[in-house]
């Protein structure tokens, strides 16, 4: 397993832009107009990244929130770990460094007008755009299962309000109750991340209220490392963790659910009853895009090289939104992606020669304190089967019976990323 020391973070964090950001770009880009659909780690990159090789661009974001709470680390804060101010940042550092943040909603996107239109204010104009909206949920795939179920029995697979109720109602759970976590199938928001919030909420079990159980209803045949989290199922919540894994005879996918009674059922036939129910609907790209025309399907396609959509010019689809092939929707993903974006428009806007565009991906995953595990790959443009597309190289995932030390190492590394990540994106200095 290759470790990340913390030098290795800092220069992969180092901005893709400022490769292209010699003095004559500089002057060359001074007429531009760039705006950014989304304040998560793949927008905030790409608006950041682009202010600070080119001053003098104009550079808006639109992001209806004024903070930002991560979807990924939230399991720590689920699990009693960390504290939800620890995984929330501003965007002061954005604002202080240049950046223009327009905290409103969009209306909708004029592709031909090159405009951006706000549910409040003047339209925005644009010589290239980004729309990194993030993901929506297919609520209807569930019978019952709705945004207003979701307040009852929440998905918590956006960070903030539904992060607090998931953690609240564990927190007010009587010992000896049952938690659900049904998983939603491929694809969808970091792959691993339920399996990994199931460790986390078992610890919080096994150590606060050790006569409850947690059930994972699967509707999948597989999942993301899923040797190394059986084996921790196995070490350190065997007497907690019962995982339902869909199989040849038996589909655990969730049909039904009583938001009253707190049951749900699967296709198998088997109906639990949970005192908390985190049910994880399939997900689409943010509604925004879908709804600009630029999706196939639930999901946007890109030109690999760099992320521009594919249906439409001077449009460029970062983070979970986009159909990025074998590439994970994570945070690490989008950042790597924003990065390449960032190098990419500012090369348009000066005249210049595209960079190649080389992407990276890991995603760490808790499996008790102390203990953590990872994958990831490289991605760069290739053909397979004759499609042209982002192919995998240099792949690593850790393995079963991995010494103390080494996940020790790998727990740590995974803190130091998150540290350097919010720093790099979002604590920006002017």
């Known amino acids: 397993m290759v470790l990340i020391n913390r030098r290795e973070l800092g220069r992969g964090f180092a901005g893709a832009a400022a490769l292209v950001a010699a003095p004559a770009i500089l002057r060359a880009a001074g007429g531009g107009r760039v705006v950014v659909i989304g304040g998560g780690p793949g927008g905030a990159t790409v608006a950041g990244e682009v202010k600070a090789a080119a001053p003098e661009l104009k550079v808006t974001l639109v992001e209806p929130q004024t903070e930002y709470t991560s979807c990924f680390y939230s399991n720590f804060y689920i699990g009693g770990m960390r504290s939800l101010a620890s995984i929330t940042q501003t965007y002061y550092g954005l604002k202080n460094a240049g950046v223009e943040v327009v905290h409103q909603w969009v209306a909708g996107i004029d592709l031909e007008k090159r405009l951006v239109k706000l549910k409040r204010g003047a339209d925005l104009p644009y010589d290239r755009l980004v729309v990194a909206p993030g993901i929506d949920f ?16 929440p998905h918590a697979w956006k960070g903030g309000a539904q992060s607090r109720l998931l953690r609240r109602k564990l927190e007010q759970m009587d010992d000896g109750g049952t938690v659900v976590i049904a998983p939603p199938k491929m694809p969808y928001r970091c792959p691993p991340g339920p ?7 078992a610890h919080y079990l096994k150590t606060a209220k ?12 597989m999942f993301s490392k899923q040797p190394v989290f059986e084996e921790a199922f196995n070490k350190y919540y065997a007497d907690i963790i019962e995982l339902h894994l869909t199989n040849d005879i038996d589909d655990f996918s969730v049909t039904r659910v009583d938001a009253r009674t707190g049951e749900i059922e699967t296709k ?7 005192a908390v129910a985190n049910i994880i609907p399939q997900q689409t790209a943010g509604r925004i895009a879908i709804e600009a025309g630029l999706a196939d399907g639930d999901w946007c396609p890109i030109e690999p090289e760099n992320f521009q959509s594919a249906k439409a010019k001077d449009v460029y689809i970062v983070g979970d939104a986009a159909i990025a092939a074998d590439m994970p929707k994570s945070a690490f993903a989008a950042n790597s992606q924003g990065r390449v974006v960032a190098a990419d428009i500012l090369a348009e806007l000066a005249g210049r020669k595209h960079p190649e565009g080389h992407f990276r991906n890991t995603c760490w995953s808790f499996l008790a304190p102390d203990d953590s595990v990872k994958i990831g790959a490289d991605y760069a443009p290739g053909d397979v ?10 792949s690593f995932v850790s393995q079963p019976g991995e010494g103390a030390a080494l996940r020790k190492e790998v727990y740590d590394e995974s803190l130091a990323w998150y540290a350097t990540l919010t720093r790099q994106v979002y604590q920006r200095k002017a």
């Open 138 to 153: 297919k609520f209807e795939g569930i019978e019952r299962y709705s945004e207003a179920t979701a307040e009852v029995m």
């Open 210 to 221: 050790p006569k409850s159980k947690l059930v994972i209803l699967d509707p999948k045949l």
């Open 195 to 201: 399996y990994e919030r199931a460790c986390a909420i």
């Open 385 to 394: 089967k004759g499609r042209h597309q982002l192919v995998a190289s240099g």
């Open 268 to 274: 198998a036939g088997l109906t639990v009853k949970a």
